[in-house]
């Protein structure tokens, strides 16, 4: 095979017009790998069509055109959406959903093609050492990350170090303990934060790869899974049916028990503050342009997956998420609970929710009802139809900064980590290692600032933007999992935080029905995915399914 072009969105452009010809032919048509043993890799283009084929996969129908954050994003406190859309995994049923296999699929079809870089690039020799000890860190980093999303979805699964060839023909693997699996997440990333180069240096690669910052955020967030997993202790919660204060006993969740959170989560706090100190990164000042195409790939959006207008390579975040669409409206919306767990001075909610909008029919609409002053009447134009189950719903801006919104399938950005969260994650650990400091404080309220209008001179964040002083160390948690849930939301973050506290079951079950009529009733089989019939009939060394499948 000829190597491809050095830059990074070609390959990708490749594998997408594989991928998208349509859903049922991505899913029936899976190659093994991208850039197979069989290829001589004799230089530096050889090397990076490797690592390209590697990204690759995570632009496909397995993992992040739909099924990925369709099983994450949809399966939440804090989420609604149309009932043709969420009635499966947003209902909790992930098995009537066509992509449920697509997370293990895509996950491990990741880790073969890292397996195949990490045994023949370093034999190279017609390269620059620097840029490729830059390729070997990003296949160890997507090698761990992978490993990273499958113990969080399924538990415990076979680690695969090794490419499957003559030399190494064994498939049948059991599944590692959830704590080995953690183990090969750490160690992998241990090694791309070893090999790969810091933001801003000239080999560091082209946007959409990731480098040694984001390693070390994904390492502060793999402690961190760790370490409140392993945490005993109350989480309080808005929610339920009446959106109440609810405080909950969490569960240590399976697989870490005997674990020692608070080494842990000391792991995670000095790793946070490694990036914090690399200076490397700033928080967007206007929290709204983040979501512009002029705020991508920004100082705040450490890791992104790229799209690009007029190719094969775009995705249907748009088209669900927005409030305007091919379908009339969206199909995702943000709970009214949920945005009323915002301050009304708070961008977030001000601006990240769009409060006027006309469907595809040309109906006019406002959101929401008890705010009716403020959007009804707006510019001129007569909003109406608010107080309706079907217009009484908060639309995300996310994923609505595209080159065409009028197209079913358009270049929306995803964001897989942000600078805003590594400030979170500080502030979670460093309270549960010391308490509510005033180093936990600033880490939170750095965030907060950002989402809040100042005043006076010199200018100073109004009085809501501070989060309340003299809180207990939990309080302090739960204001942290509340302000995630904030700064985070319908980021694919949510279900993850609620499932590593060790309470989606409890949240998710005081609810019951949630607007929209989408039923959030779930038991203990929905705390892991089911792993596919495919594997367990091609693993005979896995003896069984997750619980309950």
């Known amino acids: 095979m000829k190597a491809i072009s050095t830059y990074f969105i070609a390959p990708v452009l490749v594998l997408a017009l594989l991928c998208t010809s349509s859903c049922k032919k991505a899913l029936e048509e899976k190659p093994f790998s991208f850039y197979s043993p069989e290829n001589s890799y004799k230089n530096a283009s050889d090397a990076r069509a490797a690592i390209n084929g590697v990204y690759g996969e995570l632009y496909t129908y397995d993992l992040f055109i739909q099924p990925f954050w369709n099983m994450t994003v ?15 995994t947003g209902a909790g049923n992930p098995q009537n959903y066509w992509g449920v296999d697509g997370p293990w699929i895509g996950c491990y079809t990741i880790i073969a093609r890292a397996n195949t870089v990490l045994e023949n690039v370093p034999n190279i020799t017609e390269i620059d050492p620097e840029v490729k000890n830059r390729i070997l860190g990003e296949a160890y980093f997507l090698r761990g990350w992978a490993y990273f999303q499958l113990v969080q979805l399924y538990g415990g699964v076979p680690i695969r170090l090794k490419a499957v060839s003559a030399e190494n023909p064994e498939t049948n693997i059991p599944r590692a303990t959830v704590k080995e699996t953690y183990e090969a997440v750490i160690a992998d990333l241990k090694a791309a934060e070893a090999n790969l180069l810091p933001y801003g240096h000239a080999n560091a690669g082209e946007p959409g790869r990731v480098n040694q910052g984001v390693a070390k955020a994904f390492l502060a967030k793999t402690y961190l899974t760790m370490a409140s997993g392993a945490s005993s202790g109350n989480v309080t919660v808005r929610g339920g049916v009446d959106n109440g204060y609810y405080t909950y006993a969490k569960d240590v969740v399976k697989g870490l028990e005997g674990l020692d959170p608070k080494a842990y989560y000391t792991l995670a706090r000095d790793k946070a503050q490694e990036v914090i100190s690399s200076n490397l990164y700033v928080l967007t000042p206007n929290w709204v342009d983040l979501w512009s195409i002029a705020g991508r790939n920004s100082k705040e959006q450490m890791w992104e997956i790229q799209s690009l207008a007029g190719s094969a390579f775009i995705n249907n975040l748009g088209v669900y998420f927005s409030a305007r669409s091919t379908f009339g409206v969206g199909a995702v919306w943000t709970t009214n609970n949920h945005y009323k767990d915002y301050d009304e001075l708070d961008k977030r909610v001000l601006d990240g929710i769009t409060h006027n909008y006309q469907t595809l029919q040309g109906t006019y609409i406002f959101y929401p009802l008890s705010q009716a002053a403020k959007y009804k009447v707006v510019n001129g134009i007569n909003y109406n139809n608010s107080g309706s189950t079907t217009a ?79 809180m207990t160390s939990e309080q302090f948690r739960s204001y942290v999992l509340a302000e995630r849930a904030r700064e985070l939301n319908l980021e694919g973050v949510r279900r993850f935080d609620l499932m590593r506290w060790g309470i989606y079951l409890q949240v998710m079950n005081k609810i019951s029905t949630g607007q929209n009529n989408i039923s959030k009733v779930r038991t203990t089989k929905n705390l892991l995915l089911p792993i596919p019939i495919n594997e367990l009939n091609s693993n005979t060394a896995i003896k069984g399914n997750n619980p309950g499948w």
């Open 74 to 88: 949809l399966d939440d406190d804090h989420v609604s959406g149309a009932d043709w859309f969420l009635g499966s």
């Open 392 to 470: 009484e719903r908060a639309y995300t801006i996310k994923y609505s900064g595209v080159a065409d919104p009028t197209v079913a399938n358009s270049d929306a950005f995803y964001p897989l980590l942000r600078y805003s969260e590594v400030y979170l994650m500080y502030a979670e650990a460093e309270n549960e290692v010391n308490g509510p400091t005033s180093t936990a404080y600033d880490a939170l309220n750095a965030v907060r600032f950002r989402s809040f209008p100042t005043t006076g001179s010199p200018a100073m964040p109004v009085p809501e933007a501070y989060a309340p002083a003299s």
